[in-house]
């Protein structure tokens, strides 16, 4: 007979569920059908590129708001305003097509996920891996708090709702728990209820930019009085000096806060696994849908923005309605025809719901990205846990605290928190790209010059942008990301460290266990002796014939009735041992005996069993002491100590003790 044996005769019943925890995350799916949480193209894209494709709605209101900053608000530069801002959407999507071929080879390369974290420890070594695993880290709890910001300014710019705005960062943490809570409901679940607005969003936002540019052709009107062409005189600036160097530092600046839009895209590389066989070829396909979408919105609504001399600004707490809200006003309307009404709250309201579930894509992308670095041994082993939903229970929870902690700490604002977006997202992209680079040239292969000229290609243009990112955002406030994420770096080394040392120190490699026997004296602790006492004595003296019972002596008075009852009901099978304790210390005294017992043999184990109320309701709980949290705690970490709890039930004894007298 072998000498493990794996037990198989009868499939184990479900657990009982809290109804409760029923309602909230629904029943447990077990570990077979974790097949089944696979997602389908259709779905996938809403959960992995809804950040993506969410980002428009703040891309080109970041650009706009860094011209107009400048002075190119005025009538007279109107045509360089339109031109800029154009010229820089256009950079954009072209960096963005050279970062979505990059990473399709990417998702070939590594079908097991993990993106720039696993690209870059796999080609450039742990230490670039470490920081490319910082750097999205930050990036997806920044995605979070940005995301979900934008949606609740969009959501309160509506007359519907403006009174409100007054409470951004209530509404923004509202968001965050229902968010955490869908999630943690399992992943597929929450991908088939976000499916819907995600797909709302992009139609709305495709009729908006074709209504505002060909709609005039077909007779319909656009509100342009509904859109914000002027700068109050308290956020003025001086102008500044479009001669030379200042008009490249102009566009530098605009094209870096553009660079909002390219937030997101790794996460279909990120979570390669959650597609549906085949795998990879599923999430290029999604990957170039998303590419797509985003470059068409993106344009669209820069379009509509220069033809429409649409003007944003913001000053303190200050700041024009959102972009969108005013294409949304001037395309649909927010007066008169029912209909067109109608039409801008479907805009304002679907755009508010995909950018609060753009921070889904954060959801699924850091919890998974924090197990595979777990596994690593950089991050604590509990994150690598799936819980009865098959999600990475554990990194919902670490991520939906820290995005709720950076709300509250920027007020929820999204101007705020913009200086601080992309520096991560675009060090993830030069590290992974630089690792492919050295994929290909070591392992070469079918292609590989052309593979290595496309990675090389995004290397240098990720590289560039960093550049231009941490120039341009670092006074306003990257200076925090760079800060952040040295100090992730310095805590995975740490964590790291610590997990080799264990195991070295538990290696079997080379042991020979001792088989001599070991001694183990019970030490029973006795407050006083009643009912639940007896079970525990039972139990003391199947452990050991060095069974002692220990009464910390906190009041003398008590200290007779307790001997006089210990002679008449246990007698001399069990000592009673006395300790005073003139302070009225439970542990002091108990571990002064427990070191002298320590001490009375070598390999010598003591166990010291705590008997514990059972109250049968959790709210009675708090009438009786919590003496065994307090033992456990003071002596769980000694070596040699064994620290049981005994826990008796009043309810079940006061029922076997009735059935005996019936029986008598």
């Not at 097991?112 to 910082?134: D, H, K, P």
């Not at 937030?263 to 797509?292: C, H, K, Q, Y």
């Not at 007779?560 to 000592?575: A, H, K, N, Q, T």
Request: proline share 6%; glycine share 8%; aromatic share 10%.
């Amino acid at each position: 007979m072998p000498s493990a044996v794996r037990t198989g005769l009868r499939r184990p019943e479900r657990p009982a569920i809290n109804p409760l925890r029923l309602l909230l995350f629904g029943r447990p799916i077990p570990t077979e059908h974790q097949e089944h949480t696979k997602l389908p193209k259709i779905v996938a894209l809403p959960v992995f590129a809804s950040d993506a494709i969410s980002s428009v709605a703040y891309a080109t209101q970041q650009i706009i708001l860094v011209l107009a900053a400048a002075g190119l608000w005025t009538s007279e530069h109107k045509e360089l305003y339109s031109r800029l801002t154009l010229n820089v959407t256009a950079a954009i999507i072209l960096l963005l097509a050279i970062v979505v071929v990059s990473y399709w080879q990417v998702i070939f390369a590594f079908p097991g996920g993990g993106g720039s974290y696993i690209v870059t420890r796999t080609s450039l070594g742990i230490n670039f891996g470490l920081v490319a695993g910082a750097a999205l880290l930050i990036d997806y709890v920044l995605t979070v708090a940005v995301s979900i910001a934008a949606g609740v300014q969009n959501l309160l710019a509506t007359p519907l709702l403006n009174r409100f705005s007054d409470h951004t960062v209530e509404v923004c943490l509202l968001f965050i728990v229902g968010l955490t809570l869908a999630n943690l409901r399992g992943l597929k679940e929450s991908g088939t209820v976000f499916a819907i607005p995600t797909y709302l969003f992009v139609t709305m936002a495709s009729t908006m930019i074709l209504l505002g540019a060909f709609g005039p052709f077909i007779g319909w009107e656009i509100h342009a009085d509904a859109v914000n062409r002027e700068m109050p005189e308290f956020a003025r600036r001086p102008p500044l000096d479009l001669a030379g160097y200042g008009i490249v530092l102009l566009v530098l600046k605009a094209f870096a806060n553009g660079c909002a839009a390219m937030t997101g895209t790794e996460a279909i590389s990120d979570t390669v696994p959650a597609f549906r066989e085949p795998v990879s070829r599923n999430a290029g396909i999604t990957l170039i849908w998303m590419a797509a979408i985003l470059a068409f919105l993106f344009m669209g609504i820069s379009y509509l923005s220069a033809n429409l001399h649409i003007v944003y600004w913001e000053v303190g707490h200050s700041r024009a309605m959102p972009v969108i809200d005013q294409l949304s006003a001037a395309v649909f309307g927010k007066t008169g025809s029912p209909f067109r009404v109608g039409l801008y709250y479907v805009m304002q309201f679907s755009t508010t719901i995909i950018l609060v579930l753009a921070a889904n894509t954060s959801f699924a992308g850091f919890p998974t990205l924090a197990s595979i670095m777990s596994r690593d041994r950089l991050l604590p082993r509990q994150l690598a846990n799936r819980g009865d939903k098959l999600v990475y229970s554990n990194g919902i929870v670490l991520l939906g605290l820290a995005a709720a902690l950076l709300v509250v700490a920027f007020r929820g604002s999204v101007e705020g928190l913009i200086p601080l977006y992309a520096v991560g997202v675009f060090t993830a992209f030069t590290l992974s790209q630089g690792g492919m680079c050295k994929r290909w040239l070591t392992q070469r292969g079918p292609r590989w010059r052309v593979k290595f000229a496309i990675n090389f290609v995004g290397t240098c243009a990720t590289a560039i942008v960093l550049t231009i990112i941490a120039v341009e955002k670092g006074p306003e406030g990257a200076w925090i990301v760079l800060f952040v994420g040295a100090a992730l770096v310095w805590l995975f080394r740490g964590i790291n460290r610590h997990y080799e040392r264990c195991r070295r120190d538990l290696s079997i490699i080379n042991f020979k266990p001792d088989t001599s026997d070991i001694t183990n004296t019970v030490l029973l602790l006795v407050p006083t002796l009643h009912r639940g006492i007896f079970p525990a004595l039972q139990y003391a003296r199947s452990l050991s014939p060095d069974c002692r019972a220990i009464h910390v002596e906190d009041n003398p008075d008590d200290t007779p009735r307790l001997v006089r009852e210990w002679d008449e009901y246990v007698g001399d099978e069990i000592p009673l041992v006395i300790l005073p304790s003139p302070y009225r210390s439970l542990i002091g005294p108990l571990l002064t005996y427990l070191n002298e017992v320590r001490r009375e043999r070598d390999d010598h184990i003591v166990t010291v069993i705590v008997p514990e109320f059972d109250p049968g309701k959790w709210y009675h709980a708090a009438l009786h002491n919590a003496n065994g949290f307090l033992v456990k705690h003071y002596l769980g970490h000694l070596p040699g100590v064994i620290v049981s709890n005994f826990r008796y039930h009043p309810n079940r004894m006061r029922t076997e003790n009735g059935s005996a007298n019936n029986g008598n």
